[in-house]
C-alpha cells in the first residue's frame, strides 16, 4: 500500500515535466518561425537601394587610408571586446549592405586596434576601418570608471569629422538593420536641414518609469545619431568635454551631446532606433511601429548573452524576460562570414 503514492507522485511528476517540455518547444518553434520571418523580411528585400557612386573617390582628412565613394555613410566605432562586438560588427555590417550601398566606416582606436581575424570580418561584411585617437572623456573621472569610459566611448566625437559627406549614421554595435535604413537621408535628413539642425536622435526609453529604469522623457538616445559633419562642431564639442557639466559617469557622450544640443536635436521616428527596452515598459510604440522597424537596438537584451557567452545566471533568459525572443534568435541567424542567406 506504501508505494501506491508513490506511483501517483512520479506520475504527476512525469506529467508535469512533460507539460513544461511541450510548452518549451511549442514556445521555442513560435519563437523560430517569428525569427525566419523577420530573417525572410531581410532576405526578400528588392531592389536594394543604390545611391550614385562619386566619379573620384574623396580621401577622408580623418585617416587617408580609407576614402569615401558615395555621399553619406554609415559609420561605427570597435574599441573594447572585439570578440564578441567584432561579430556583431559584422552581423550589423551585413544587414546594411544588404539594404544599401552606401559606405561603412568604422572607427579604430590607434591605441586598441583591432585583431587580425576580427578585421578580416569586417572587410567581408563591408566595413572599412578608419584609424583614429582617442579622446578622453572628463579629467576629473577615471578611464575606467564605467563601461563607457572603459570602451572610450568619447572617442565617436571624431564622426564630426567626416565633412567629406553630406551626412553620415553614427550607429551603436548591438543594432540590426532589418528594413532599409538608408531613407533616413533621403527623408529625414533635409527636413533636418529644413529645420535649421544638425544632429538627429531618437528620444530615450522608457518615457515612464520601468523595471527600475527611467523615466528618460527629455532626453535622446546615442545609439544611432543623424549627422551633419563639421570640423567647428567637432572642435566645440571636444572642448566642452571638461567645461560643459553632464552626466559623464553615467552616460558618457551621450550626456555630453544632450547637454550641448539641448533645444537643437532633430526627433526621428522610432524606427530608426527601436530600442528593445520599449517591447515591455511602452508594448502600444512597440506594436505601432513594428513593422517599420530599420534599425532594432538590443539595448537590455544583448542576443549574445542568449546564445554565445552567459556571465550571469539569468543571462539565458534576458532575451524572453524582455519578451524579443524572436529578434535574440534573429541575430544567431545572420551569419558572421557570410551575411543573410
Known amino acids: 500500500m506504501s508505494r501506491t503514492p508513490r506511483v501517483y507522485k512520479f506520475a504527476i511528476g512525469f506529467f508535469f515535466l512533460a507539460t513544461c517540455m ?153 543594432m540590426l538593420a532589418t528594413k532599409d535604413p538608408s531613407d533616413v537621408f533621403t527623408s529625414e535628413l533635409p527636413r533636418m536641414l529644413a529645420a535649421n539642425k544638425s544632429l538627429g536622435a531618437v528620444h530615450d526609453h522608457p518615457m515612464n518609469k520601468c523595471n527600475s529604469m527611467g523615466p528618460y522623457p527629455s532626453s535622446f538616445n546615442a545609439g544611432m545619431l543623424l549627422i551633419k559633419p563639421s570640423t567647428d562642431t567637432y572642435a566645440r564639442l571636444v572642448h566642452s568635454i571638461d567645461r560643459l557639466p553632464h552626466t559623464s559617469e553615467i552616460d558618457a557622450e551621450q550626456a555630453l551631446l544632450n547637454t550641448f544640443f539641448t533645444n537643437a536635436i532633430f526627433e526621428l521616428p522610432f524606427r530608426y532606433n527601436a530600442n528593445t527596452v520599449a517591447r515591455v515598459c511602452e508594448p502600444a510604440l512597440w506594436l505601432e511601429h513594428k513593422n517599420e522597424f530599420r534599425l532594432v537596438h538590443y539595448t537590455v537584451s544583448k542576443p549574445w548573452t542568449h546564445s554565445l557567452r552567459w556571465t550571469q545566471s539569468e543571462d539565458p533568459f534576458i532575451c524572453w524576460f524582455w519578451r524579443v525572443e524572436e529578434y535574440c534568435v534573429l541575430w544567431n541567424m545572420i551569419d558572421t562570414r557570410t551575411g543573410v542567406r
Request: proline share 5%.
Open 22 to 174: 511541450f510548452f518549451i518547444t511549442a514556445h521555442r518553434t513560435i519563437v523560430a518561425k517569428r525569427a525566419r520571418m523577420l530573417l525572410s523580411a531581410i532576405q526578400f528585400t528588392q531592389p536594394q537601394t543604390v545611391f550614385p557612386p562619386r566619379a573620384v573617390r574623396t580621401p577622408l582628412s580623418l585617416c587617408p587610408e580609407a576614402a569615401a565613394s558615395t555621399e553619406f555613410a554609415f559609420v561605427a566605432m570597435l574599441s573594447s571586446d572585439f570578440e564578441l562586438y567584432g561579430i556583431a560588427a559584422a552581423k550589423l555590417g551585413h544587414t546594411l549592405r544588404h539594404h544599401s550601398n552606401l559606405d561603412l566606416i568604422m572607427l579604430e582606436l590607434n591605441a586598441k586596434p583591432i585583431p587580425r581575424d576580427t578585421r578580416v570580418l569586417l572587410h567581408r561584411a563591408g566595413w572599412t576601418t578608419c584609424r583614429v585617437s582617442t579622446i578622453r572623456g572628463p579629467s576629473h573621472l577615471a578611464n575606467d570608471a564605467n563601461r563607457f569610459l572603459r570602451a572610450s566611448m568619447y572617442t565617436k566625437l571624431h564622426v564630426w569629422q567626416l565633412v567629406e559627406y553630406s551626412a553620415v549614421a553614427m550607429i551603436d554595435l548591438d
